[in-house]
């Protein structure tokens, strides 16, 4: 189950994220990928400097677009930050309704084993003992789907 908290840290990101690169590709279409050049690597010594950098260059840029125009833009921007949050939102419905979906299935099925079982033991048999005393392997929950540590 998503939590509410670290989807609302991710829309955050990638709302800055959309915000800052937008700024940068005036004519760029939004359904594409932004194309970016690669930074240079900055140390923990020079974040402050770097910022303020950025901050001038924004304000340098925005000084150059013609008012309207840059009306324009953040207009656009907005429509498709409203767009992107409906389709999240949808995205997130629909994951919440099949997992209640996967949840109810998985419950009435154990209740019919359970029945099955019942029916079983009445009529004198007997549990696999084979079965239940096999060896569960043990798989390490990892989300992102990658070995622990060069584990394979």
């Known amino acids: 189950m998503v939590e509410e908290s670290s989807l609302s840290v991710k829309i955050r990101s990638e709302l800055e994220f959309q915000t800052q690169k937008a700024v940068n590709q005036t004519g760029a279409n939004l359904s594409e990928p932004v194309q970016t050049q690669p930074e240079p690597v900055h140390t923990g ?16 840029e925005h000084a150059h677009v013609n008012p309207s125009e840059r009306e324009r833009q953040l207009e656009t921007q907005v429509r498709s930050l409203e767009i992107d949050k409906a389709v999240r939102d949808k995205q997130i419905e629909f994951f919440t309704k099949q997992n ?10 154990s209740r019919y084993i359970g029945h099955l079982e019942t029916q079983v033991m009445r009529l004198g048999g007997q549990p696999d003992q084979a079965f239940l005393q096999a060896p569960v392997p043990h798989v390490p929950i990892n989300r992102d789907q990658r070995p622990f540590d060069g584990v394979h």
């Open 45 to 60: 010594a020079d974040q402050y400097e770097h910022a303020q950098t950025r901050s001038h260059d924004r304000e340098t």
């Open 100 to 109: 209640q979906e996967g949840q109810t299935s998985l419950l009435s099925q």
